[in-house]
């Protein structure tokens, strides 16, 4: 069974431009969640998306957005960049919704470079 | 608001040894406490994970134990090998569906 995938692996943008990141769950995975991993710093919840829908997101500002796609394959934007969002972007997926104690697994990450 | 603090933030140890990481969670309606393991360039991982119900949970070498009173749960390891060095994070789910983090621990074990 394929793992959670993300593309790219490394991406490189300047200030104030837009990133896209994608990621790909386990097959017959509904739920996929993105976090943040800054260097020093542990993972930062950012958005959950379950069956199309976006179910939750954490205390980041309304340029990181995203979506998921009919085949719960899901899109991870980040517009007008910013240094401080040079990060190691994590996409993990899981067979049922949060909430009903099921393990999220992750993908490799996407390391996104900021200068 | 909702909050994982975990202890300490590196912890070395020798060969052999047992290793305790303790976290503290602040949403009391939590009730799921996974710990994931992150080598150095790689993607977290689950080692065990323990539900609001049982008060501990053993798996071989690892164990976790959860204290609902205090909000307070720990991953303990014994017999430690260097193989276990590695950055170990505790995390909670909340009553929102989101799993909070804690900062991690990188643990290091010394041949």
């Known amino acids: 069974e394929a793992g959670v995938t993300q593309s790219p692996t490394h991406l490189i943008k300047t200030r104030g431009q837009q990133a896209t990141l994608r990621c790909s769950p386990i097959s017959g995975h509904t739920s996929v969640y993105w976090y943040q991993q800054a260097l020093g710093l542990g993972l930062q919840f950012l958005l959950w998306y379950d069956e199309g829908e976006e179910r939750n997101r954490g205390n980041f500002p309304p340029r990181f957005s995203g979506r998921q796609f009919p085949n719960y394959s899901s899109e991870l934007n980040v517009n007008a960049l910013e240094l401080e969002d040079s990060a190691l972007y994590l996409c993990a997926s899981s067979l049922v919704p949060s909430g009903y104690y099921n393990e999220q697994f992750f993908g490799p990450g996407t390391r996104l470079t900021v200068l | 608001g909702e909050n994982v603090e975990q202890h300490p933030s590196t912890l070395s140890v020798q060969e052999g040894d047992s290793a305790v990481i303790k976290c503290t969670y602040s949403?009391?309606?939590?009730?799921?406490f996974p710990w994931y393991k992150q080598e150095l360039g790689k993607r977290p991982q689950l080692i065990i994970d323990i539900r609001s119900n049982v008060g501990e949970k053993k798996d071989q070498r690892i164990a976790v134990t959860l204290n609902k009173t205090a909000k307070h749960f720990s991953l303990h390891i014994t017999e430690t090998q260097p193989e276990d060095s590695a950055v170990y994070f505790c995390a909670a789910l909340n009553q929102g569906g989101k799993l909070i983090f804690g900062q991690g621990t990188e643990l290091s074990v010394k041949p």
């Open positions: 949403d009391s309606a939590s009730n799921y």
